[in-house]
């Protein structure tokens, strides 16, 4: 089973999403680092991007495949974590700490739409069958 985080929010698209004061961190989910296997090239969204609830903004690839990341809320990109493009096992090796992806600032302070753990973990479970 994957390491599901109860603090955190997550997408049907298997983005994760922490509130923080002013910003949200958007990174990628143990399911999803999983099913991706051992990543090899990260492409991070421009700083002062803005982009659209559930539009594309980043992209990962494994030795296997290349998955589109969405933005899960409407906002500005002001900071990318450049340590995951130099390295991009350290999403392989922590997805929800060391390996997040980026910080948005959000247009508008209701996050709308987001699944909890529990939620998140049923998601999970359906695309095992």
């Given at each position: ?30 399911h ?10 990260v ?14 903004c ?20 002001v ?18 700490g060391?390996?997040w ?10 996050v ?12 999970v ?5």
């Open positions: 089973m994957s390491n599901i985080p109860q603090k955190l929010q997550y997408t049907k698209t298997h983005e994760w999403i922490k509130k923080d004061e002013e910003l949200i961190t958007i990174g990628i989910t143990d999803a680092q999983t099913m991706l296997g051992d990543l090899v090239y492409e991070l969204p421009e700083i002062e991007a803005n982009y659209e609830d559930g539009q594309e980043a992209v990962v690839e494994s030795v296997k495949a290349a998955a589109d990341i969405y933005c899960p809320i409407p906002g500005e990109v900071e990318v974590n450049l340590a995951v493009i130099e390295n991009p096992q350290l999403i392989n090796q922590d997805p929800y060391k390996g992806l980026f910080r948005v600032k959000p247009f508008d302070r209701g709308q739409g987001l699944l909890d753990a529990e939620a998140y973990s049923k998601v479970a359906s695309e095992a069958h």
